[in-house]
């Protein structure tokens, strides 16, 4: 499920009885995993549950949860551009010859 802008966010039509475990994750930021339980087996033990208690911890507030900052440091990067083989003008065409192959200056010996 996604957040509110806030970071607020509701699980809801989930089993009360039982072991979850929440994953959180977010673009540029560490995964953060939590495991909780909505009622505590202690509660139900030693004879009647108390139901105010049980009702109470349907309602689970997990606090406020930080995500660490996953940072992924580069090597060195080189960007490299070129000019395009050809540039259209308004009332020319500029050819630019510097990469292309045949107009590589040749050098002839003749003895």
């Keep these: 499920m996604l957040t509110a802008p806030n970071g ?6 989930i ?20 495991r ?3 009622i505590d087996p202690k509660m139900m033990a030693g004879g009647k549950p108390d139901m ?10 997990l606090g406020n949860i930080k995500l660490a ?5 580069l090597s060195g990067v ?7 083989a050809v540039q259209l003008g308004i009332d020319r065409k500029i050819y630019n010859v510097e990469n292309n192959l045949t107009s590589a200056g040749v050098l002839l010996l003749m003895y």
Aim: glycine share 6%.
């Design 8 to 13: 607020d966010f509701r699980l809801e039509n």
């Design 15 to 34: 089993p009360a009885m039982g072991q979850y475990k929440l994953v959180i994750s977010g673009v540029g930021h560490k995964t953060h995993t939590r």
């Design 36 to 38: 909780f339980s909505f």
């Design 52 to 61: 105010q208690t049980i009702m109470a911890a349907l309602d689970k507030d």
């Design 69 to 73: 900052t996953d940072i992924e440091v």
């Design 78 to 84: 080189t960007v490299t551009a070129s000019k395009p």
